[in-house]
């Protein structure tokens, strides 16, 4: 069973992000690691085993691929869940450096340090911190931070939208 240091350092194949949609990953609370043509490596939470074939049969049937899987506790595996999928669709702004060169840098790109809503831009030798709401972005454009944000209002292509 996976721990939290192990979920804090685990690398993720960002598109395995958009292969399971944001929806499945929270509901199920499962957390896509890699895939390839056939298969994807997921980890799932530790108290449903004994239910495991049932979630891995509807996965399957979501995702239409094969599934191997690890476990992991599941307050810790909704926590690096959230923080994954709340990061992957975030840009950085605010960035001090940003007169000088357009940062095309994403959080995902970004060194890891020992919190998990701060990394470190190598590019710039700059703090990025992850925000998930508009009073988090407010509050550390505020202090001045450099910041990684997802506006989810805005749609893109494959989200699900309201309207």
């Known amino acids: 069973m996976l721990n939290a240091s192990d979920l804090d350092r685990i690398a993720i194949d960002e598109y395995v992000l958009e292969i399971v949609p944001e929806t499945v990953a929270r509901n199920h609370t499962v957390l896509p690691l890699s895939w390839d043509e056939t298969t994807i490596h997921l980890i799932i939470p530790y108290d449903t085993l004994g239910r495991t074939e049932e979630l891995l049969t509807t996965l399957r049937f979501i995702l239409d691929r094969k599934l191997t899987y690890d476990v992991a506790e599941r307050s810790m595996l909704e926590t690096t869940v959230d ?3 709340s990061a992957f669709g975030s840009v ?7 007169i000088l060169f357009r940062c095309n840098k994403r959080w995902v790109d970004l060194d890891r340090t020992g ?3 701060l990394r470190h831009c190598g590019k710039c030798d700059t703090n990025v ?3 998930k709401t508009g009073d988090e972005l407010d509050a550390a454009v505020a202090r001045g931070e450099c910041v990684a944000y ?3 209002s805005k749609a893109f292509l494959g989200m699900i939208c309201d309207e």
């Not at 950085?92 to 940003?98: D, E, K, M, T």
């Open 150 to 152: 997802f506006d989810r």
């Open 129 to 131: 911190r992850l925000c």
């Open 92 to 98: 950085i702004q605010n960035c001090p450096r940003a």
């Open 115 to 117: 919190d998990s809503q």
């Open 83 to 85: 923080l994954h999928y």
